[in-house]
């Protein structure tokens, strides 16, 4: 008995997808909570409606339904992604497909008799079961493209990163790596300084300013403090004829660089984890 | 008509807790709720509850949509702030609703003819009102992760 009627619904559904479509397309472009949808290609919205009306046929037909919606809700949420509708308002169109199948349905008179009436209850809840697979699929997917886009854009930025943003399991390289760095620029400033050679040797020591604020964040600024330190007290050890004011400024740019990046890097962090239960 | 969807209503506030529990053990188990599995059941039993207490006012407020967005608004936040995604926090509503209607039915709630067809219409408002939920929580959402990507 309910499957009889489930074809009749279905059938009704099917063969009017286009009406069904159209008063759809009518509400939804100048509905309040769709604002979006209001400057949108007439067809292309209409044919969202239908895509989405056929699908039901193609629900009741599938061996696992829920399956069967991603076909439609992936197509669905990425064509809305492109054209930049938030979320709520494409889920919202969703609900108003929903409304406007039963609402053609009542229009139809197929729930006249009590009979009719008491099919409806299980067709209404069929009806429920196939929105709520599509309106899940679709925030899902649409989370997914939103974190994707994220992810592309941080694409430079992770590459220096080494694993995790700011920490992370291969912490212990970083670590390593600047030890390396840091014994490196403490040789090159012995040898530069007591030698009296000049040479522009100090333009290497934004390598691991800058590693460090993009591996540590904010805490990296240790590394820019430990370097200006460095070209200070060297400087005060071997060029004692040498104005200090050169010094002096570099010694401020490390501390400024340091801090301006791991400061970005931070915010980038908390972007990034904005992001990361979608991933 | 009114009567019988104040049944079901009264029925879901009065047994807001049986159905609170139904729904944290489904919640703690779904493949789509993988968030959720690792909470505490009270915690998230005590969310279910006073969903299902606010449920009850805005089903009967004149103006439904206002009043779920004074209430739902906060909810959002909530489970915003617990880190939530949101497809997550949408599936688990979409459950309330299901042990709303497990429950009536399992209490036989729409034995009868006559009940049945008045189901419909019990059923459609119930629907109207998650229908309002659920978008006032995918906005709140949206303007809360505007927020936060304009303020780092």
Same mark, same amino acid.
């Given at each position: 008995m309910q499957s009889s009627y489930a074809t009749k619904l279905i059938d009704l559904i099917e063969s009017k997808a286009e009406n069904i479509a159209k008063q759809w397309a009518a509400d939804v472009m100048k509905h309040n909570r769709t604002p979006s949808y209001h400057s949108l290609p007439k067809d292309l919205v209409i044919e969202q409606g239908i895509n989405f009306y056929r699908l039901f046929r193609q629900m009741s037909l599938a061996d696992v339904p829920y399956e069967e919606a991603k076909n439609f809700s992936w197509k669905y949420a990425e064509e809305f992604y492109q054209q930049?509708? @938030?979320?709520?308002? /494409?889920?919202?169109?969703? $609900?108003?497909?929903?409304?406007?199948? +039963?609402?053609?349905?009542?229009?139809?008179?197929?729930?006249?008799? /009590?009979?009719?009436?008491?099919?409806?209850?299980? !067709? =209404?809840?069929?009806?429920? =079961?196939?929105? %709520?697979?599509?309106?899940?699929?679709?925030?899902?997917?649409?989370?997914?493209?939103? /974190?994707?886009?994220?992810? !592309?854009?941080?694409?430079?930025?992770?590459?220096?990163?080494?694993?995790?943003?700011?920490?992370? *399991?291969? !912490?212990?390289?970083?670590?390593?790596?600047?030890?390396?760095?840091?014994?490196?620029?403490?040789? =090159? *400033?012995?040898?530069?300084?007591?030698?009296?050679?000049?040479?522009?040797?100090?333009? =290497? #020591?934004? &390598?691991?300013?800058?590693?460090?604020?993009? +591996? +540590?964040?904010?805490?990296? $600024?240790?590394?820019? &403090?430990?370097?200006?330190?460095?070209?200070?007290?060297?400087?005060?050890?071997?060029?004692?004829?040498?104005?200090?004011? %050169? %010094?002096?400024?570099?010694?401020?740019?490390?501390?400024? $660089?340091?801090?301006? &990046?791991? +400061?970005?890097?931070? !915010?980038?962090?908390?972007?990034?984890?904005?992001?990361? @239960? #979608?991933? | 008509m009114k009567a019988f969807t104040s049944k079901l209503v009264d029925l879901t506030q009065k047994n807001a807790e049986k159905i609170a529990l139904q729904w944290a053990k489904d919640v703690k188990t779904n493949l789509k709720t993988y968030s959720y599995h690792n909470e505490p059941k009270d915690k998230i039993t005590g969310q279910a509850f006073e969903f299902y207490n606010n449920f009850q006012e805005i089903f009967f407020h004149e103006s439904p949509y206002e009043r779920a967005e004074e209430i739902f608004k906060k909810y959002a936040n909530e489970r915003y702030k617990e880190e939530i995604p949101l497809h997550e926090a949408m599936y688990a509503l979409i459950l309330m609703r299901r042990h709303i209607w497990l429950y009536a039915e399992f209490r036989s709630l729409f034995d009868t003819e006559v009940e049945h067809r008045q189901a419909v219409a019990s059923l459609s408002r119930t629907i109207l009102m998650f229908d309002y939920i659920m978008y006032i929580i995918a906005k709140e959402y949206w303007n809360l992760m505007k927020l936060e990507m304009s303020t780092h």
């Open positions: 930049k509708i @938030p979320l709520h308002e /494409a889920l919202y169109a969703l $609900i108003l497909m929903r409304r406007h199948l +039963w609402l053609y349905a009542e229009f139809q008179g197929i729930f006249m008799t /009590a009979l009719e009436k008491q099919q409806a209850v299980e !067709s =209404l809840n069929r009806t429920i =079961l196939m929105f %709520d697979y599509v309106s899940y699929q679709v925030t899902e997917k649409y989370q997914e493209l939103t /974190a994707e886009a994220v992810n !592309s854009k941080l694409g430079i930025v992770k590459t220096f990163l080494i694993g995790k943003l700011i920490g992370g *399991t291969k !912490s212990i390289y970083k670590t390593g790596l600047m030890l390396i760095l840091l014994i490196a620029a403490c040789a =090159l *400033t012995y040898y530069y300084h007591s030698t009296g050679t000049a040479c522009l040797f100090t333009h =290497l #020591f934004y &390598i691991p300013i800058i590693l460090a604020a993009i +591996w +540590w964040g904010k805490k990296g $600024i240790v590394v820019s &403090i430990f370097l200006a330190a460095l070209i200070l007290v060297s400087h005060a050890l071997f060029l004692n004829e040498v104005p200090f004011s %050169d %010094d002096i400024v570099r010694a401020i740019m490390f501390i400024v $660089i340091g801090g301006v &990046i791991g +400061w970005l890097m931070e !915010s980038l962090k908390k972007l990034e984890g904005l992001y990361e @239960p #979608f991933t | -």
